[in-house]
Each structure stands twice: as C-alpha cells, then as structure tokens.
C-alpha cells in the first residue's frame, strides 16, 4: 500500500507554468513506476506522463510532449510534473498514480497502476 498526496495545482493563464508534486509513502520500496493521469468533467481519465522508479525513464502522451517533464526524487519518495506552455485544454484533475506490483503493464495504461492520489486541480484560463 503507498499513499500518495499531490500538491501544486491552481489556476494559471494560458502560457504559465506549473509544477505539481506528488509525495509518496509506504511502503514505497516496491514501487515500480509513477504515473500522472488527469480527468476532466465528464471525460475519461487520461495519461499524462510516467517515469519508472529505477531507472528514470520518462513517457509522455503526445499532448504533454514537449511542454511537461517529469521527473523524480528517490530520496524524498516524490514525483514532479513540470508544466510549462499551459493551454485551456490542460484544464483537469491531475491525478498521481504509483505502479507498485509487479505484473503486466505499459505505463501509459491506467489499468497498471494500483495506487492513486486524490488529486489536485489545474485550471488554465484563456
């Protein structure tokens, strides 16, 4: 079990940056991989960006390409997303999402994750 809280949502022009956190604990020595997912009223929850724990590899949806880096700290059990070049369209729920079992699943996939946050809001006005 890991419990995750993220942090570093608000509201921002289009154009602006953010930088979301998402700090980890428990038992955080079997994670695998985090994950950021985000979800917008009424539409389906959606990768964002990933990282595996070890080796720091990162993957971005074709959206995110470009303007977010992620990025993690082992130390601290924590998670980034850097935001930058915000849009209207970046207007969601960003959820933070940890991979701690060892099985079957591509870090784009929502269903790989077993652990999640509750969330924090981006809101990027135009």
């Known amino acids: 079990q890991v419990q995750l809280v993220e942090s570093g949502g608000g509201l921002v022009q289009a154009g602006g940056s953010l930088r979301l956190s998402c700090a980890a604990s428990?038992?955080?020595?079997?994670?695998?991989?985090m994950g950021w997912f985000r979800q917008a009223p009424g539409k389906e929850r959606e990768f964002v960006s990933a990282i595996s724990w070890s080796g720091g590899n990162p993957y971005y949806a074709d959206s995110a390409k470009g303007r977010f880096t992620i990025s993690r700290d082992i130390a601290k059990n924590t998670v980034y997303l850097q935001m930058n070049s915000l849009k209207p369209e970046d207007t969601a729920v960003y959820f933070c999402?940890?991979?701690?079992?060892?099985?079957?699943?591509?870090?784009?996939?929502?269903?790989?994750?077993?652990?999640w946050g509750q969330g924090t809001q981006v809101t990027v006005s135009s």
């Open positions: 428990g038992r955080t020595v079997s994670t695998y991989a």
């Open positions: 999402a940890a991979k701690t079992r060892r099985r079957v699943g591509a870090p784009r996939d929502v269903t790989a994750y077993d652990d």
